[in-house]
């Protein structure tokens, strides 16, 4: 196996979520290498502001609690998983693009990933986990989730 030093973990809090993370965190301390945390917050403003003059900004502020929910809860996770001081990124958007955005930028050489999360069917790759598969800059890591 190449000897891995930058892996980039993505992570939706689906259940699959821990033991993707416990892979990875095994995967980080096996090859001596750093994790990137990466939750990407899907999120559509209310459809009628795309028709109605905005009155209000309260999708804004939706957008920054949304955000500030999902970096404390990947802050938790980040400790759970033993890799409490790992660069973090929750960003919006949408997640294939995103998690591919990233891993560039952060010159990722490794993606771990689910092979399906929140929107997956249990025998197919996911909506995000194909997509990342495909257009990943560097190898993308599908870790196997055993269905009880
Ligand atoms: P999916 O293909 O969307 O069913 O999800 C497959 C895997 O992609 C998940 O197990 C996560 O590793 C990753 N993923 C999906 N959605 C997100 C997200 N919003 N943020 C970060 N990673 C995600």
């Given at each position: 196996m190449p000897d891995y030093k930058n892996i980039l973990v993505a992570v939706?809090?689906?259940?699959a979520t821990d033991v993707v993370g416990k892979k990875a965190s095994e995967l980080a301390q096996q090859n001596n290498a750093r994790i990137i945390l990466v939750h990407v917050v899907e999120y559509l403003p209310p459809i009628d502001i795309a028709y109605e003059p905005?009155?209000?900004?309260n999708w804004v502020i939706e957008e920054e609690e949304l955000l500030q929910r999902a970096k404390e809860s990947l802050e938790k996770f980040a400790i759970k998983i033993d890799a409490g001081n790992a660069p973090r990124e929750v960003v919006l958007g949408i997640p294939k693009h995103e998690i591919i955005r990233i891993a560039k930028e952060q010159e990722a050489d490794l993606i771990v990933i689910g092979p399906?999360?929140?929107?997956?069917?249990?025998?197919l790759l996911g909506s995000t986990a194909d997509p990342v598969l495909h257009n990943a800059p560097c190898d993308v890591l599908a870790v196997r989730i055993t269905e009880d």
């Open positions: 939706d809090f689906s259940p905005i009155t209000s900004p399906h999360g929140r929107h997956g069917f249990s025998r």
